[in-house]
């Protein structure tokens, strides 16, 4: 264990640390695991996409950090979206439990966008998103009971056939906690995202992307990677992300992604994904593999065609 030759005094300074520092982390790190999904579901950042792909689909991903490191923090995450009106209005529902060793947070979010035919070939998505965070609060001395917090975003998403660019910034509001350093590490990110398709060949697409994040008081962070699906069949991936840590909490954020994703069925796509992230400084000291393994389960009931994005 962490504290095995730890004297006892020090056992509880730790300790208390810990509590306040995940107690704040806790206040961006729940919607952050949402924000990762985002290659897999560009409505976690973007609520101008909801019902971007017209058919109704539904996406579970269970998450878990560290498997070697005992009681690691785990999620679970679920959005499902479609589109009413023949295309012309959005409508999607995200909900997420992030445990911890020591708390236990939940979030639901609801979307709605207007998507409107700007020239024959572009679409523009507008759309808006609103919510409860629901997350434990310290006031620097001790954690508070859970609290309820609103939460409202907006988005848009252009996009063609072949290529699309958004821009969102899905956490508007701003929020009073009664610790300043649990203030500061709660985060209202603005996203650019763009990206598209290219056929390789009759069998091979190429699905490149760029994100860009922005966020008050952290350095600019950027995402950039491609996903090659194989006859519609097998999908494989990577992306890389640099920049984005905040002095003294996250020096270094770089870390790499690889995913791969099967087409089950027409109906059905599963997928599996690994970062190599490193664990938080409280894990540090434990030796062994500290990746984040992440499992999917896609659902779309009655599907049109192949869904790219």
Known sequence: ?????????MKRIIIAGMLVFTAGSAAF???EVLYEQ??????????GFTGVREDFNMT??????WFNIPNSPTSQTFAADGAIANGKF?????????????????????SFAFHLGISDTWKLG???????????????????????????????????????VGISKPELLSQRFGDQLVGSLYRRPLYIMAGGSHDLGDDIMMLPHIL??????????????????????VGLGAS?????????????????????????GKNVRLGYFYSTRQAEQIYASYSGPKGIHELMLKFIPNPKGFQKF
């Not at 629901?134 to 939460?151: F, W």
């Not at 860009?212 to 069949?233: A, M, N, T, Y």
């Not at 790499?256 to 087409?263: I, R």
């Open 60 to 65: 579970a991903i269970f998450r878990r950090k």
């Open 1 to 9: 264990m962490i504290f095995k030759n730890t004297p006892e005094l």
């Open 212 to 233: 860009l994040v922005q966020e008050k008081d952290h350095k600019l962070r950027f995402d950039i990677g491609s996903r090659f699906w194989f006859r519609e069949k």
């Open 38 to 47: 985002y290659v897999q579901n560009p409505m976690s950042i973007n609520p």
């Open 90 to 110: 959005g409508i999607g529902f995200q909900a997420l439990n992030d445990q911890t060793s020591y708390f236990t947070t939940t979030g639901f979010v609801g």
């Open 240 to 264: 890389y992300r640099v920049g984005g840590g905040i002095s003294g909490f996250a020096a270094k954020v770089d870390y790499l992604q690889l995913t791969a994703e099967v087409q089950a």
């Open 126 to 164: 507008l759309g808006a998103q609103g919510g409860i965070n629901v997350l434990p609060v310290s006031d620097g001395r001790n954690i508070g009971n859970n609290r309820a917090m609103g939460s409202f975003g907006l988005g848009a998403w252009l996009r063609s056939e072949q290529w699309y």
């Open 29 to 31: 790190a729940q919607r």
